[in-house]
C-alpha cells in the first residue's frame, strides 16, 4: 500500500501561502486574535470597539475577519491599551539552536478567556 505523504508546515501559516513578511502577518494575526476574544469576553459591540480605538465599525470588522494589513503592529497594541491591557515587549538573546530567533505573542491566561 503507497501512503501520501502530507508536507508538514513550517508553523507560520503565511510564510506557507507564501505572504510577504510572514512573521509580521503571524505577530499581528495573535494580537487580533487577543483583541476578538478581549471584545467577546467584555461583551463589547464593533461599534463601540470602533470608538474606543478611533475607527468606524466597519474597519473593526474587517479586522476581527482577517483584513488586518491596514493596521501597523504599533496601531494594534494601541488597541489592546485601549483595551485596559498592559503591553510588555521583551527582549531576550536566542538561545535554540534549532529554530532561528522569532517573535512570540504571550499573555497570561484570565479566567474565562482563552489563552494561546
Partial sequence: MNRNKTPTGSQNVFRDLGFPNPEEHL???????KIDTIL????????DA???FGIPQPDVSKML??????????????FLVALDHDVKI?????????NPPALHVS??????????
Avoid at 27 to 33: D, F, G, R
Fill in 40 to 47: 467577546k469576553a467584555r461583551k463589547l459591540k464593533q461599534v
Fill in 50 to 52: 470602533g470608538k474606543l
Fill in 65 to 78: 475577519r482577517g483584513e488586518f494589513r491596514q493596521f501597523s503592529v504599533e496601531r494594534l497594541l494601541r
Fill in 107 to 116: 499573555w497570561p491566561p484570565q479566567p474565562g478567556m482563552l489563552n494561546f
Fill in 27 to 33: 505577530l499581528k494575526a495573535h494580537l487580533v486574535y
Fill in 90 to 98: 521583551v527582549i531576550t538573546p536566542h538561545r535554540g539552536k534549532e
